[in-house]
T-cell receptor
Framework: ETGVTQSPTHLIKTRGQQVTLRCSSQSGHNTVSWYQQALGQGPQFIFQYYREEENGRGNFPPRFSGLQFPNYSSELNVNALELDDSALYLC??????????FGSGTRLTVV | AQTVTQSQPEMSVQEAETVTLSCTYDTSENNYYLFWYKQPPSRQMILVIRQEAYKQQNATENRFSVNFQKAAKSFSLKISDSQLGDTAMYFCAFMKLGGSGNTPLVFGKGTRLSVIA
């Protein structure tokens, strides 16, 4: 088991820019989910991928997009960054048996 | 849609004492899981305990136990013999069963627990 690894750990971007966050899933986990956690709040579901296809999406605009690769790693892309996009972005990989394993997140600051 | 409510933004407890964190949820589903996660300053969500809704017996994991009241839609976490390392944000989460893969987690807003020496 290698756990879930996210990169980078911290990131500062300017409003209007684009950002890509990366996540390596735990070995054997075929589902990856992304969550946004604003300061002082609980995580909010962005979207989920199962075997490289999106199979669930939360209430986030289309400028939030993602990919899952054959090795089950994943990317979260955010276009046209807004100040309110500043948050901790958590990735979680899972199976039905194992449940969710979370990474330590990427702290994104938009200025 | 499911909602999860944690009504205690902050709590504190003396080391070695017992504390209970509250959680209520709203759902029309009959088959689901409930979770308590711990988020220390390292930011990683760590699973504390899981409860399957079809099980009447309350889940326990060492010093952590839950009081699951399905009819009341209540799911509280009891931490016994509190330790300094228990200091963290605690999140209650709901997950319905169904489909391929896991369905998304719905989180509450969290309770900040401070254990005082």
């Amino acid at each position: 088991e290698t756990g879930v690894t996210q990169s980078p750990t911290h990131l500062i971007k300017t409003r209007g820019q684009q950002v890509t966050l990366r996540c390596s899933s735990q070995s054997g986990h075929n589902t990856v989910s992304w969550y946004q956690q604003a300061l002082g709040q609980g995580p909010q579901f962005i979207f989920q991928y199962y075997r490289e296809e999106e199979n669930g999406r939360g209430n986030f605009p289309p400028r939030f997009s993602g990919l899952q690769f054959p090795n089950y790693s994943s990317e979260l892309n955010v276009n046209a960054l807004e100040l309110d996009d500043s948050a901790l972005y958590l990735c979680a990989s899972s199976t039905r048996i194992d449940g969710y394993t979370f990474g330590s997140g990427t702290r994104l600051t938009v200025v | 849609a499911q909602t999860v409510t944690q009504s205690q933004p902050e709590m504190s407890v003396q080391e070695a004492e017992t504390v209970t964190l509250s959680c209520t949820y709203d759902t029309s589903e009959n088959n689901y899981y409930l979770f308590w996660y711990k988020q220390p300053p390292s930011r990683q969500m760590i699973l504390v305990i899981r409860q399957e809704a079809y099980k009447q017996q309350n889940a326990t994991e060492n010093r952590f136990s839950v009081n699951f009241q399905k009819a009341a839609k209540s799911f509280s976490l009891k931490i016994s013999d509190s330790q300094l390392g228990d200091t963290a944000m605690y999140f209650c989460a709901f997950m319905k069963l169904g489909g391929s893969g896991n369905t998304p987690l719905v989180f509450g807003k969290g309770t900040r627990l401070s254990v005082i020496a």
